[in-house]
């Protein structure tokens, strides 16, 4: 996905109905060439939307109005741009897990969970002591995302080699392999 459609991913699925000033901002950054120039400079994982309005409200920028969120980013950028290079989004993964219920329960049982992600896992309780036949599901949270991206390729290679399900953050579904 290009970073646009990342703000307007995150517009449409995340910040619809919850946010509506986070879903304006959000549309508005998918369109700005400027913001989007910018953005694109950084690594992937701190181009998050969240992330982003959560540094331009943090450095006391406007987070109503997309236009003066525009003018504050830009003039403000080498400091913008500094806190998003050193902090990180936090999320509730295991809260996440539950509207999973439906689809773990329609796969294959038993079921043995593997997490990568921050959740310290809160999200395995269901795989105390799964058997061998066990069909695995992946939870593939935002954390892997911050992880150098040749380390996190030998385990994506690793585990697309197993038959398994794998979750992927942000509504974006299961996929399986093997």
Request: charged content about 20%; some cysteine.
């Amino acid at each position: 996905m290009t970073t646009a459609e990342v703000y307007a991913d995150f517009a449409r699925r995340q910040a619809s109905g919850v946010s509506p000033s986070y879903q304006r901002l959000a549309y508005a950054v998918a369109r700005d060439d400027d913001l989007l120039a910018l953005l694109d400079s950084l690594p992937p994982p701190t181009r998050q939307p969240d992330l982003l309005f959560g540094v331009v409200r943090l450095l006391g920028g406007p987070v109503d109005e997309p236009a003066a969120f525009h003018d504050f980013t830009v003039a403000r950028w080498p400091a913008v741009e500094a806190q998003l290079r050193r902090r990180l989004t936090q999320t509730n993964e295991a809260g996440r897990c539950a509207v999973l219920l439906p689809v773990l329960a329609a796969l294959p049982q038993p079921l043995a969970l593997l997490e990568v992600g921050a959740s310290a896992g809160l999200c395995l309780y269901p795989d105390r002591s799964a058997p061998p036949e066990a069909t695995l599901v992946v939870f593939h949270t935002a954390v892997l995302y911050h992880v150098p991206a040749s380390r996190r390729s030998v385990f994506v290679d690793l585990v697309r080699g197993l038959p398994l399900a794998w979750t992927r953050p942000h509504g974006q579904g299961m996929t399986w392999f093997g």
